[in-house]
């Protein structure tokens, strides 16, 4: 018996059964559920394999604070090697949306959230990934850092992502322009507060996330 793909109408289906386990968060699109905490939208995305014939659920994250024209998948968590088949939706989601709450949902889908939360969330996955050299990521816990008004967390993020980044491979440091100038150029960033939240307001506009559930970060 051939298997059956994933119509539209199967991605509204498994979306709202998604969403009913997550009610803190919303329908984005299909497949897509956020909220938005600060300059972060949150949330889990229903990624489909390649024949369209399974899924598997990602905790994601996405920095408001950079130009982009999709969600990103930065911090993505997922279930390795794994796929749910389209007949199977029914009996396993509800496993798996436990699996996702209890094991991969390193920042809270839920009420406020204090930096230092958020902070240690990308320390931990820069420290576990199989993927080095993420350059994003350091620059993801300035920026948050920076949008929230907290100049004593910038200055720890950048003294971070310099201890770490200064160890990298040379051929690694050349891609990102060199150590110095990409330095320069995030502490600058950093220090523009103001077009830091313009960025951000003109990708809420552009990624039409304004309608999500937003929620606060808390300083420390």
């Not at 798996?96 to 969330?121: C, H, W």
């Not at 004593?152 to 050349?174: F, T």
């Not at 307001?201 to 990624?207: F, R, V």
Request: contains cysteine; glycine residues 4%; aromatic residues 10%.
């Amino acid at each position: 018996m051939p298997l059956k793909k994933i119509t539209k109408a199967d991605e509204k289906r498994m979306t709202k059964d998604w969403q009913e386990l997550f009610p803190e968060l919303s329908i984005y699109k299909n497949m897509r559920l956020l909220n938005r905490l600060g300059p972060l939208l949150v949330g889990i995305c229903l990624e489909k394999d390649s024949g369209n014939y399974a899924y598997n659920p990602i905790f994601h994250v996405h920095n408001l604070c950079r130009g982009f024209t999709t969600v990103s998948l930065t911090l993505a968590m997922q279930i390795k090697n794994y796929h749910l088949m389209l007949s199977w939706h029914e009996k396993k989601y509800k496993e798996l949306a436990e699996r996702i709450r209890n094991d991969m949902q390193i920042i809270p889908f839920k009420g406020p959230v204090y930096l230092s939360t958020i902070i240690n969330a990308y320390k931990t996955y820069i420290a576990t990934t199989n993927i080095p050299f993420q350059i994003h990521l350091y620059e993801d816990i300035i920026l948050i850092s920076a949008w929230c008004g907290s100049t004593k967390e910038v200055e720890r993020s950048l003294k971070y992502a310099q201890d770490d980044i200064c160890n990298w491979p040379e051929y690694v440091k050349e891609k990102i322009g060199g150590f110095d100038k990409w330095f320069m150029d995030i502490k600058m960033k950093a220090q523009d507060v103001e077009s830091l939240r313009s960025i951000s307001e003109k990708q809420i506009e552009e990624l039409k996330v304004a309608n999500l559930p937003v929620r606060e970060i808390i300083l420390d």
